[in-house]
């Protein structure tokens, strides 16, 4: 049996994140080692389904996001806490560092991205001036050799995450629109997206076979599922029971107080272009 879906941008996390949810090594991890749940839009989706609540405000859960046209940081005291970490299953109080050197096995570091390709290589951006949360945690990842759990929408397909990262970097840039950026190409990562998120929830094999659209669906993806009749009415069920999940808003940060290379950095609301102003 064959099915065909087209999921926009807000649809792909929330299936993205109950495949999360329901992998192996998530459970592992909730049995025996730390859950870090990185920020991330895709992660606040993430946390909520790994949580089972629904007070986590997506579009608030991230440092760094891509709206109002331009790449964006988050004004601090305006973003929902994290990371949140759990300690089998249960949420602590302890720091990424403190987490990682109680060392577990089973420990998974939950990282979204910007980017990912054909041969499955992701990316994320970072306009961290330390490298953000890849910086506090590629060390031990790859040295120790955790995992990442990498949520990833396949609207964020790119030709080559190698070419991309190399690219990129925040001095290398002599104009940006927007907060100015390197980009890491992420090591040892379990990639889940849609297609993967089908195959653990469902047990389908899938496709992405278009992509776009206009309205609502700016961003869509449409994806061609294939199996036996039973798994394939169970991503029709899965699937039909997310549509319509409401959109982010836009969750801008404060032009004014921006300390990035970005050209409207500094300058007040009546400076911005008309489509930029909050």
């Known amino acids: 049996m064959?099915?065909?879906?087209?999921?926009?941008?807000?649809?792909s996390r929330r299936l993205i994140a109950k495949g999360v949810a329901a992998m192996k090594e998530i459970k592992d991890a909730r049995?025996?080692?730390?859950?870090?749940?990185?920020?991330g839009t895709?992660?606040?989706?993430?946390?909520?389904e790994i949580l089972g609540v629904t007070d986590i405000?997506?579009?608030?859960?991230?440092?760094?996001?891509?709206?109002?046209?331009?790449?964006?940081?988050?004004?601090?005291?305006?973003?929902?806490?994290?990371?949140?970490?759990?300690?089998?299953?249960?949420?602590?109080?302890?720091?990424?560092?403190?987490?990682?050197?109680?060392?577990?096995?089973?420990?998974?570091?939950?990282?979204?991205a910007n980017a990912i390709d054909a041969s499955g290589k992701v990316g994320?951006?970072?306009?961290?001036?330390?490298?953000?949360?890849?910086?506090?945690?590629?060390?031990?990842?790859?040295?120790?050799?955790?995992?990442?759990?990498?949520?990833v929408g396949l609207e964020k397909l790119v030709p080559s995450v190698e070419e991309a990262c190399a690219w990129t970097g925040a001095k290398t840039l002599d104009y940006?629109?927007?907060?100015?950026?390197?980009?890491?190409?992420?090591?040892?990562?379990?990639?889940?997206?849609?297609?993967e998120a089908l195959r653990i929830l469902a047990g389908v094999n899938s496709k992405h076979v278009a992509s776009g659209g206009i309205g609502e669906c700016a961003g869509a993806v449409v994806i061609v599922?294939?199996?036996?009749?039973d798994n394939v009415k169970k991503a029709i069920s899965i699937i039909e029971k997310i549509k319509g999940e409401p959109a982010l808003p836009d969750f801008k940060g404060t032009c004014k107080t921006c300390r990035y290379k970005c050209i409207y950095a500094g300058k007040d609301q009546s400076d911005l272009p008309e489509w930029l102003r909050d």
């Open 2 to 11: 064959k099915a065909a879906f087209i999921l926009v941008p807000s649809e």
């Open 31 to 39: 049995e025996s080692g730390y859950t870090i749940i990185c920020g």
């Open 42 to 48: 895709t992660n606040g989706y993430v946390a909520q």
């Open 57 to 112: 405000p997506p579009q608030k859960y991230t440092a760094g996001t891509i709206c109002s046209r331009v790449v964006c940081t988050t004004d601090i005291d305006k973003r929902s806490p994290f990371p949140i970490i759990l300690f089998q299953g249960k949420r602590v109080t302890k720091t990424i560092p403190e987490a990682l050197n109680d060392f577990h096995m089973e420990t998974v570091i939950i990282k979204g």
């Open 124 to 151: 994320v951006i970072s306009s961290g001036f330390d490298g953000g949360t890849m910086g506090a945690t590629l060390g031990t990842a790859v040295s120790q050799g955790l995992k990442y759990i990498v949520p």
């Open 176 to 195: 940006s629109m927007g907060a100015d950026f390197g980009m890491f190409i992420t090591p040892n990562a379990l990639v889940v997206t849609e297609i």
């Open 225 to 229: 599922s294939e199996g036996a009749k």
